[in-house]
């Protein structure tokens, strides 16, 4: 017997012979016969139905792969900053001109959720993106009452067509349940609801949940109550035809609506769903926040891929210190801004940034970030220069110095309203932001060496084109920004050095090298001067503050009263203040004492007090200046002779022409040399004053010549006669 197998496909089938009727044994021919156990007609579809899923899956991979879910108007988000808090201080359209703020289903009510879900979509968290029994009953409504009574859409379908808008029609329908089975294939349903609450519309260029809340309700998806919500479930079915401002009746109705619903689905409690039908739907729609404008833009240059920017900023600080700086503004002319910034000055951090105080009136150019704009910093700079000679121990602040009109080389300095007060101490000429004794002081400084201090520290400081550094520089002649202003006073606020001034919550926690300007000992002696500089009449008198505090403060105008400038820091927080006129011309009679420093005291008003703690103490400090530093007097000129030279009128100068006071001040006389005491006499008139002093006041009685004399004690005399002219 000979076997042999036969192959059918992938099956194959057992053989067996059966002997034929009356054929020989061994050589007889018999019949064959076949066992079948497997292989049949129905085997053969199966195969086939096994090929056609495999296609189909193999279609829906490839489609899926070649057509993914289009998601990009997620990606066009509203640009905006919030507050170390969280607080949102501001935001821009996006790129495609909408509200649109992305929401966390963490930052919504879970009612609100209840009442989307049993309103528009009760199965949502139990079918595949397409809810068949929906479909079915919205096409039998058709078909009963040839019109739509009611749409068969899912929550996940409607989240389809926001993402790719097309003309309501049914081949558009049916691609909407196409993207709704990948989009479920793709996303979690918790991802996909905060997708809708993103995209969902509410009316005109309002998009997404958290836009919508803060536009009609001023306040955030978590803190609605049932009639705000209610309205926002209602909005997106129709958000023209119901929008609150322009169709309060249908939007009322279409709120009570779902109150309605919601009470019958037990979602919410009758009363409170007839309590809030009480309540009248919003009349108008708000404003969303855009507190900081230049901020944003700013923080957006620096980060261009970042649409939500955490920010350092106090939302309390920022929101005070600007509507402290609008009201300032009263009384100072219609072309006048300002500026403001507040550092917490251990850290850097920048607690208030107001680029421009007003920000809508073209007037007042409130588009320009006047904080980072290059203005003359005035008598600004001068602590720096007084505090590098400290720090040289050329200086002290008990030094003796001439306040005379004194020439250098072909630069003649003067004072502010040209008043001179003769010999007086460095503290007093500091606290007095006297010009002269400034420039006689960075001549021994050297300009040169000012600008690199700074540059080193970051801190920019711009020349004139092609212009080498020159003593003008400590009187306002160059330009800085009220920013880096802002950074060099926290460095003095902070014993000389301090960390860079940041903007950005993520940096404020790496750690950074301090910029170092001064030792902490000519700190502590600058802190200690401007201390005790009388506060501006126009500020608010210490007694009067919530909070009284000492305040280190320094006050700068530039020349023609274009700028005006107050920086002052206490023992916790940096502030500095711009006041003028955007396009840089004059604002006659406003200056840093009476403009910008009444805004400074009020703002520290709002901060909460910190004594200042001594970098050094008073014991460490160095006194072998208290008198006149070594060669000290030499830096002046000629208006800082040696106390043995022989006696001279150092102001005014014989058949000098001398302008009288505008203000009716007194005119300083001041000799030079000599050996006190010293007597004056005006016209053979005796004057009173310290015969101790170089330098005595005479009040002029009016135009024409006048002789002045001094006597010193070994009896030498000087005189000189001279013009008095308005």
Not at 249 to 266: C, I, Q, S, T, W
Not at 293 to 309: D, K, R, V, Y
Not at 380 to 405: E, M, S
Not at 494 to 506: D, F, I, Q, R, V
């Amino acid at each position: 017997m000979r076997r042999n197998p036969v192959w059918r496909g992938a099956a194959h089938t057992r053989l067996r012979f059966i002997p034929c009727p009356g054929a020989g044994q061994g050589r007889g021919r018999g019949r064959q016969t076949t066992d079948r156990p497997v292989a049949g007609p129905w085997s053969w579809r199966a195969r086939i139905g096994v090929l056609l899923l495999a296609a189909v899956f193999f279609a829906l991979v490839t489609a899926d792969r070649l057509l993914p879910p289009e998601l990009s108007r997620l990606q066009h988000e509203s640009l905006r900053v919030l507050a170390a808090d969280g607080t949102l201080l501001h935001v821009e359209r996006s790129a495609d001109g909408y509200w649109r703020l992305p929401v966390r289903l963490a930052e919504v009510d879970p009612a609100y959720v209840a009442a989307l879900l049993a309103f528009e979509d009760q199965r949502f968290r139990r079918h595949p993106g397409v809810d068949p029994l929906a479909l079915a009953r919205a096409a039998g409504q058709w078909l009963r009452h040839g019109r739509i009574v009611s749409g068969g859409s899912t929550i996940t379908m409607q989240l389809a067509r926001l993402l790719e808008p097309r003309p309501r029609t049914l081949g558009a329908k049916f691609i909407e349940c196409l993207r709704a089975l990948q989009l479920e294939a793709h996303f979690s349903k918790d991802e996909l609801l905060a997708m809708y609450l993103t995209l969902a519309p509410y009316g005109g260029n309002l998009e997404g949940l958290r836009a919508a809340s803060l536009a009609w309700f001023g306040k955030s998806p978590r803190e609605l109550r049932p009639a705000e919500y209610a309205l926002l479930v209602a909005l997106p079915q129709s958000p023209t035809r119901l929008r609150p401002d322009r169709r309060p009746e249908a939007a009322r109705l279409a709120r009570d609506k779902v109150l309605m619903r919601l009470a019958a689905a037990g979602v919410l409690d009758a009363a409170r769903a007839a309590e809030a039908r009480e309540e009248a739907v919003p009349a108008q729609r708000l404003t969303l926040p855009r507190a900081v404008p230049h901020l944003a833009a700013a923080l957006h240059a620096a980060q261009p891929q970042a649409f939500e920017l955490h920010s350092t900023l106090d939302a309390r600080v920022q929101a005070e210190t600007a509507t402290l700086a609008q009201r300032a503004l009263a009384g100072l002319g219609a072309q006048v801004n300002a500026a403001l910034v507040v550092v917490e000055q251990r850290s850097g951090r920048v607690l208030a940034y107001v680029g421009a105080a007003e920000l809508r009136d073209p007037q007042r150019h409130g588009s320009v970030d006047l904080l980072r704009a290059l203005r003359s910093p005035g008598s600004t700079l001068k602590p720096l220069v007084y505090g590098l000679a400290f720090d040289d121990g050329v200086l002290h602040p008990d030094t003796r110095i001439d306040d005379v009109p004194t020439r250098f080389g072909d630069y003649s300095p003067g004072n502010f309203m040209e008043r001179y007060y003769g010999e007086v101490s460095v503290r007093e000429a500091l606290q007095r932001s006297l010009n002269v004794p400034a420039v006689a002081v960075l001549d021994r400084v050297g300009p040169l060496r000012v600008v690199q201090r700074l540059r080193e520290a970051g801190l920019e400081l711009q020349l004139p084109d092609g212009a080498a550094p020159g003593l003008p520089i400590v009187l306002g002649g160059a330009g800085m920004r009220l920013w880096d202003l802002a950074g060099l006073y926290a460095a003095l606020a902070n014993g000389g050095s301090a960390p860079p001034l940041t903007l950005m919550e993520a940096a404020a926690a790496v750690p950074r090298p301090p910029m170092r300007l001064l030792g902490p000992v000519a700190a502590e002696q600058l802190a200690r001067i401007l201390e005790d500089a009388p506060p501006p009449a126009e500020a608010v008198p210490p007694g009067d503050t919530r909070q009284p505090r000492r305040i280190a403060c320094k006050t700068g105008t530039s020349y023609g009263f274009r700028d005006a400038w107050a920086l002052g820091y206490d023992g916790a927080h940096t502030v500095g203040v711009w006041v003028g006129r955007p396009d840089g011309s004059p604002n006659p009679g406003h200056f840093g004492r009476n403009t910008a420093a009444p805004l400074l005291w009020r703002v520290f008003d709002l901060l909460a007090p910190s004594p200042r703690v001594a970098f050094v103490e008073q014991a460490q400090l160095p006194d072998g200046g208290r008198a006149l530093a070594p060669n000290w007097r030499h830096l002046a000129g000629s208006a800082a002779r040696d106390t043995r030279a022989a006696l001279a009128l150092s102001f005014p100068l014989p058949g000098a022409r001398v302008a009288l006071p505008a203000d009716g001040a007194p005119l300083p006389l001041v000799a030079s040399g000599g050996l006190r005491p010293l007597r004056w006499l005006v016209n053979g008139v005796p004057l009173t004053g310290s015969p101790m002093r170089r330098s005595v006041a005479w009040q002029p009685d009016g135009e024409g010549v006048a002789r002045v004399t001094v006597v010193d004690a070994a009896g030498q005399s000087a005189s000189a006669e001279f013009w008095l002219m308005r």
